[in-house]
């Protein structure tokens, strides 16, 4: 049985709201790296690391504002001080936001009934968690760290975590819709499969009548239309999210680029992969592990999923992956 730490109401502020083409919440390699770096601060003699995170949002506030109390919103910005020569500091956009969830971090290493080490990892966890950053921002605090070694206690923490809702992975929904619309349009490409999920769309259909009228005046111009929504592809809650990183290059060998940060790995040049997200209120949750954020390494993709992945990934179609990787000249 898996075993998991609950960092319950985490809050953080001016956190980054910017995700590549996406705003309005952190990109989930924010949290998958916020675990990451905790888990290598603990200390080794607990012989305890922490695998994939569960990201619960309670509630959340982007910064950002409507200059003319109407209109589209911009993002507040911060005044910095004057330089040296005291002249205005140039302003740098940047969206932020405060928001408070809670974490369920899974826990890998640690033997059942080992109350010694249980004790010193909370202890652990208590004193790094404020010493860290998530998503760029300040924490500022927490209620409490739980480890969470039964079924009944998961159960139990679950409902405690409501209201919240629960960020899930929805890739499988991209991909038939990819797949859909590329029987219907000859020139569809993936982006915009993506945008389907993404944007507001409203349709023109004319009733009989006015259908009617068109045919005995053909030179009548104005003609009224019936406008109604147009549903996403899928239900439910749906959202644009950043999850991970694609390549876009062949891997080159250590040394052979020029000003990296470390020139004894390999090196390789990515751009943001983007996939579709749902969030789920917390009480549909029935399993923690359909919801447990984690990396999938699958050369070009790089990227964080919350279940196995049944269906194929997408191929990129602009790199020959055996080309580019060969883990045999490592």
Not at 24 to 51: C, D, E, M, Q
Not at 91 to 114: C, F, H, P, T
Request: negative net charge; hydrophobic residues 40%.
């Amino acid at each position: 049985m898996s075993q998991y730490v609950l960092i319950k109401k985490l809050n953080v502020q001016n956190a980054n709201a910017i995700a590549g083409l996406t705003y309005g919440f952190p990109a989930i390699t924010h949290f998958l790296g916020f675990t990451h770096a905790l888990s290598r601060k603990l200390p080794s003699t607990l012989n305890v690391y922490l695998g994939g995170v569960v990201v619960v949002s309670h509630k959340n506030q982007v910064h950002a504002r409507q200059p003319k109390g109407w209109g589209d919103f911009v993002f507040a910005l911060t005044r910095n001080p004057l330089t040296h020569q005291g002249k205005t500091a140039p302003i740098n956009e940047e969206g932020r936001m405060n928001m408070q969830i809670s974490l369920l971090i899974e826990v890998k290493g640690l033997v059942a009934g080992d109350t010694l080490t249980e004790v010193e990892l909370k202890a652990q966890l208590n004193q790094l968690i404020p010493t860290l950053r998530l998503a760029g921002g300040q924490i500022l605090g927490f209620e409490s760290c739980e480890l969470l070694n039964t079924e009944e206690k998961q159960a139990y923490a679950v409902r405690r975590l409501m209201p919240g809702f629960v960020l899930i992975d929805r890739h499988e929904y991209l991909a038939e819709h990819y797949e859909q619309l590329k029987v219907e349009q000859d020139d569809a490409c993936l982006f915009d499969a993506w945008c389907d999920f993404v944007k507001l769309t409203y349709r023109a259909s004319q009733t009989e009548s006015e259908q009617a009228e068109e045919n005995s005046d053909t030179e009548t111009r104005a003609i009224k239309a019936q406008w109604s929504y147009v549903a996403k592809p899928k239900p439910g809650y749906l959202v644009p999210i950043a999850t991970g990183y694609c390549a876009i290059s062949p891997l080159y060998t250590s040394g052979e680029v020029a000003n990296v940060r470390d020139n004894t790995v390999p090196v390789t040049f990515a751009e943001t992969a983007y996939s579709v997200g749902e969030w789920l209120s917390v009480h549909r949750l029935s399993n923690i592990e359909t919801a447990l954020w984690h990396y999938t390494d699958n050369h070009p993709w790089y990227i964080a999923t919350t279940n196995n992945v049944i269906q194929p990934i997408i191929d990129p179609g602009f790199i020959d992956s055996e080309a580019a990787f060969n883990p045999d000249d490592f």
